[in-house]
């Protein structure tokens, strides 16, 4: 019988290339989450203290602000402070609980994406009626699904790879504890759990993705129908900086998740990159600089 050592935990291996550099990846990481925290802070400060912004459509910014920083503060405290002091080890159970973490609020920012684009398409699509369809009562149980549609397509997968034994190889290659990577290191037979781990997810991203899509499909049809440029580009305008995060997100999530484990391949932690720091980062300036309303609470505030 082989002898194997139970895992206690992981060593995040993080940027072994660029292994000089990590002060400085350590420092542009910390910076980005600087810049994350007072971005989206502020749009929340903005939509909670401007009367113009108490719609619906603020009430989601506001509520996907509060996920970026929630999925900033997951992953980016953590690489700083293994990248600084050079302790890239990470317990069995922090692993555990910051890999339900950042797929509990992925899962959940991906349907409220969906939702956002669903009260664009209330919005544009039947305007005299918004305000009665588009009522408190319905935006949060809207934001009561998001977050329980997350909280549904994570628990599964996660409570499997609990059940998981690890042995021998505890070695992460990547910055932050992830599923997929989690599954590999699993010295049992794991092809039911990343079949199960695929579908889950491909439901999740690809649905909202679906809804999303019909959702601008019928936005597109109506704004063409429009008789103005000017109404035109007003209706477009409400839209752009949904869409512009739609397409980050979406892209890069897609690229990384919804395929076979086996094709996951050296641009990983690029792609992670992408979800963890960038659209976060770029995700208030987007909605304030594209967003006439946002600007002019910016300016009041100012």
């Known amino acids: 019988m082989l002898n194997h050592t139970t895992v206690t935990e992981f060593l995040l291996l993080g940027f072994p290339s660029l292994h000089h550099q990590e002060y400085l990846i350590a420092i542009a990481f910390l910076a980005s989450y600087l810049v994350i925290l007072v971005g989206n802070l502020l749009i929340i400060a903005l939509v909670l203290s401007d009367r113009d912004l108490h719609r619906p459509m603020y009430f989601f910014l506001c509520n996907l602000s509060s996920l970026e920083i929630f999925i900033a503060t997951c992953i980016i405290p953590k690489t700083v402070a293994s990248l600084l002091m050079g302790n890239k080890t990470i317990s069995f159970p922090a692993c555990i609980i910051q890999s339900y973490f950042y797929f509990l609020l992925g899962s959940t920012e991906f349907v409220l994406l969906a939702v956002m684009s669903y009260d664009r398409y209330v919005a544009i699509c039947y305007p005299l009626q918004y305000p009665m369809l588009m009522n408190s009562r319905l935006c949060v149980q809207l934001l009561l699904g998001s977050w329980t549609a997350g909280f ?20 992460i290659d990547h910055f932050f504890c992830e599923g997929v990577l989690l599954i590999k290191l699993s010295c049992a037979e794991t092809q039911t759990v990343e079949l199960i781990n695929f579908i889950t997810f491909s439901i999740i991203l690809l649905g909202s993705l679906v809804m999303t899509a019909m959702s601008y499909l019928y936005i597109i049809n109506t704004i063409l129908r429009l008789p103005s440029a000017s109404s035109r580009n007003k209706a477009f305008s409400t839209c752009s900086s949904h869409f512009t995060i739609v397409i980050l997100g979406y892209g890069s999530c897609i690229f990384q ?46």
């Open 257 to 302: 998740y919804v395929q076979p484990s086996s094709h996951h391949t050296s641009y990983y932690k690029t792609v992670a990159l992408l979800n963890t720091v960038v659209t976060p980062l770029m995700s208030p300036f987007i909605f304030s600089l594209r967003n006439e309303q946002m600007k002019k609470a910016l300016k009041v505030g100012l």
């Open 152 to 171: 549904l397509a994570t628990v599964v997968p996660t409570v499997l790879v609990v059940r998981l034994p690890f042995c021998n190889d505890n070695r």
